[in-house]
């Protein structure tokens, strides 16, 4: 592919059009450019170093993380093998409606837990600012036509993703151990050690990768 073609797919590519970042990323991965200067191109800032890390690790993990950014910079072999987004790309639109400058990453579904029922996200001012901040949009008085209801605004959730992160996944492990141990937990659908031993594992996760990011950065060791 020529410079001046790369040039017409980056001109072309719009966060709010899929297809066109996705072949915008691919031209560019083929070109020789890493991750970073992938991401750096497509949304004009660059990513904090847990963005990298949690790209090999999180977004596999779990199923509800965002189409866009991790579908550019996605390993051939775990690239959507469609041209078209899955169902979280409605909500990512609602988002840049919202304000464009968020950069959504991830979905975190428990209602009861801090930060969960929520879309989180970056923000471009903060990423060329230098920071990690992550911004959450509530969806809990969404309906079945918007995820977000009108007057919906970013709410500011802490300094980066894994801390949010790790306060999410301690906050599921406080309910998980209160139900456990609470006397009326017997019968079906009870909560067992093993619910508990779970959800702490889940803690752990994050806190290793917390280890990890601190001592090696992005590019630490690749196994869970």
Not at 85 to 98: G, H, Q
């Amino acid at each position: 592919m020529s410079g001046l073609e790369l040039a017409r797919l980056k001109a072309v590519a719009s966060r709010s059009d899929y297809r066109s970042m996705v072949r915008f990323a691919v031209a560019l991965a083929e070109h020789g450019h890493d991750d970073r200067a992938i991401i750096r191109m497509c949304y004009g800032v660059d990513c904090p170093d847990e963005f990298f890390m949690l790209s090999r690790h999180h977004w596999q993990r779990y199923a509800l993380a965002t189409n866009l950014p991790w579908q550019l910079i996605a390993p051939p072999q775990q690239r959507r093998q469609s041209p078209d987004p899955d169902s979280m790309w409605r909500v990512e639109l609602e988002a840049y409606a919202i304000d464009p400058g968020l950069v959504p990453i991830d979905y975190l579904e428990d209602d009861y837990a801090e930060y969960g029922s929520a879309l989180i996200c970056y923000h471009l001012d903060e990423l060329a600012a230098g920071r990690s901040t992550i911004f959450g949009l509530d969806d809990r008085y969404g309906d079945h036509v918007r995820t977000f209801p009108p007057g919906t605004v970013p709410e500011r959730y802490g300094p980066s993703w894994l801390a949010v992160l790790h306060g999410y996944e301690r906050d599921k492990l406080r309910i998980v151990e209160e139900h456990y141990a609470d006397l009326s937990n017997r019968g079906f659908g009870s909560i067992e050690r093993k619910d508990v031993e779970k959800q702490l594992a889940e803690v752990r996760f994050v806190e290793e990768l917390q280890v990890r990011l601190a001592i090696f950065g992005a590019d630490g060791p690749a196994d869970d």
